[in-house]
T-cell receptor
Framework: NAGVTQTPKFQVLKTGQSMTLQCAQDMNHEYMSWYRQDPGMGLRLIHYSVGAGITDQGEVPNGYNVSRSTTEDFPLRLLSAAPSQTSVYFC?????????????FGPGTRLTVL | DAKTTQPTSMDCAEGRAANLPCNHSTISGNEYVYWYRQIHSQGPQYIIHGLKNNETNEMASLIITEDRKSSTLILPHATLRDTAVYYCIVRASYADKLIFGTGTRLQVFP
């Protein structure tokens, strides 16, 4: 199993550009989520999904869109990048639907917005 | 979800037990205590979780007080590889979200 994979590892954007951060898992997990981590800070939940076709907002959803068309993939879209979105983005997955058990995290995408 | 309070940082000598405290005085009966850690800039790693009883696995032990208002994560024989930020999280069994705080930065020294 590859676990949770994220692409790209690094990305530099200009203000106003849009892009999609990819996240995939091969563990057949129902639950997937996106977090961001600013320097020296803890993780903040952006969006999450309890299964294909179902998504919901976390703590800091503004400026981001998600969709979940398959169990395996949970892409995060930045609509119009802003410098405040410079951060490290982590994707995570877990089995169990609404009963979150152990979450498995990807290696992260380091995004810089100029 | 109940709020947690952790010390900002702690030190521990290699080979000694590391005891990381967490206060969750507003915890309710259906909320679990989870511990994750984040080594350097990697993705967080699950350590252990519990509801009422003490729990032990190959990584650590979790001691929850009888009133459930606080808990302690114990790494029995800390190594340099255990240097990380440790997050204590409280979550209801029905909740969809796992909310992280700022954690405790544990430094294990030789």
């Amino acid at each position: 199993n590859a676990g949770v994979t994220q692409t790209p590892k690094f990305q530099v954007l200009k203000t106003g550009q849009s892009m999609t951060l990819q996240c995939a898992q091969d563990m057949n997990h129902e639950y997937m989520s996106w977090y961001r981590q600013d320097p020296g800070m803890g993780l903040r939940l952006i969006h999450y999904s309890v299964g294909a076709g179902i998504t919901d907002q976390g703590e800091v959803p503004n400026g981001y869109n998600v969709s979940r068309s398959t169990t395996e993939d949970f892409p995060l879209r930045l609509l119009s990048a802003a410098p405040s979105q410079t951060s490290v983005y982590f994707c995570a997955s877990s089995r169990g639907g609404v009963r979150i058990t152990e979450q498995f995290f990807g290696p992260g995408t380091r995004l810089t917005v100029l | 979800d109940a709020k947690t309070t952790q010390p900002t940082s702690m030190d521990c000598a290699e080979g000694r037990a590391a005891n990381l405290p967490c206060n969750h005085s507003t915890i309710s009966g259906n909320e679990y205590v989870y511990w994750y850690r984040q080594i350097h800039s990697q993705g967080p790693q699950y350590i252990i979780h519990g509801l009422k009883n003490n729990e032990t696995n190959e990584m650590a032990s979790l001691i929850i007080t009888e009133d459930r208002k606080s808990s302690t994560l114990i790494l029995p024989h800390a190594t340099l590889r255990d240097t990380a930020v440790y997050y204590c999280i409280v979550r209801a069994s029905y909740a969809d979200k796992l909310i992280f705080g700022t954690g405790t930065r544990l430094q294990v020294f030789p």
